[in-house]
């Protein structure tokens, strides 16, 4: 990639596609888009692999019967896009996205500014943050969003999980294999878990469950001591002696980059077509990040294949500017 001191000085390198984003949907794409041997690059702020990366164990992506560790998994897709010459930036952080005269794409990143005749946007989404009081400031000092980096630091505590979906109640398993105690607080009185998973919970003696409640503040001196929440329907508020808090509320579109550019929807999600088009020609968007209704591993990689498949036709139409600089 050429950095903008070297990009002011030489013609700049241009890729047939640009990828943002290496998690599932963005390394999928990559796979197919280099062995349509299109000139490929991958664009990631952290390493590859996004949300799946961070999984423990993932049971529901087809072809692994006992499942597989989603680390594994990131990083056998990492290594197949890069053997087919997908060339992966990891820690490289987009930071805009425009569209010159001519049709070419120029993604601006925190090491300089990458041309593609067409693009993919993969950003993907985090955790949203709760907000409440004590959230923000432990940080790293027992507030969390990830029980496969930090569940092991909490062996034979206590802990607190907020939320009641998916992604609540199996990372709340998970944490089951070192703490205590896991301590479930949920808004409602039923969680929004497939069920498979909340069987799972009801059955392990290790998680507790605390219904229709919220949690008000995270408490404590220099670590997290405790959580005190409200019930919402007699608004009574109770503490809870914990060590940490993993939370799991939902998530928000990695798309700050994209706003005033491409069609996003009152939540920040990408707008695309059934064909994963956006509005602007030759930008394509999959995964997490795009407006969809199922935020999952498989459904990640197929958009990924289709957007990588549809970018394909898009660079041998009239449409789509000619080769430039370098293939
Ligand atoms: C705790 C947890 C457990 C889960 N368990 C499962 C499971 O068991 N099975 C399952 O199918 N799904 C599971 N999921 C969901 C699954 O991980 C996601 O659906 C999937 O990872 C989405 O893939 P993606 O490529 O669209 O986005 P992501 O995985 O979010 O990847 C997006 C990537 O883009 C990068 N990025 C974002 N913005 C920029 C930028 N400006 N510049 C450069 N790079 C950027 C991010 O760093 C990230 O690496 C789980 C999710 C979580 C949080």
Known sequence: MASSDAHEQAPPTEYDVAIVGAGPSGL????????????????????????????????????????????????????????????????????????????????????????????????????????????????GRGVSWCATCDGALYRGKQVAVIGGGDSAVEEGLFLTKFADAVHVIHRRRELRAEKIIQERGFANPKMHFIWDSVPKRILGKDVVEGVEYANVKTHKLATLPVNGVFIYIGQTANTAFLKGVIELNEQGFIVTDELLRTGRAGVFACGDARANPIKQIAAAVGEGALAAVQVDKYLDSPECPPTGAKT
């Open 28 to 139: 999928a794409a990559a796979i197919y888009s280099a062995r349509g041997r299109r000139s490929t690059i991958v664009l990631e702020r952290n390493l590859a692999g996004g949300q799946m990366a961070l999984t423990y164990l993932v049971e529901n992506y087809p072809g692994f019967p006992e499942g597989v560790s989603g680390f594994d998994l990131a990083d056998k897709m990492k290594a197949q896009a890069a053997q087919f010459g997908a060339e992966i930036h990891e820690i490289t952080a987009v930071e805009s996205f425009t569209t010159t005269a001519d049709g070419r794409h120029a993604i601006t990143t925190d090491q300089g500014v990458v041309h593609a005749r067409a693009a993919i946007l993969a950003p993907g989404v985090e955790a949203r943050r709760s907000g409440v009081p004590g959230e923000a400031e432990f940080i």
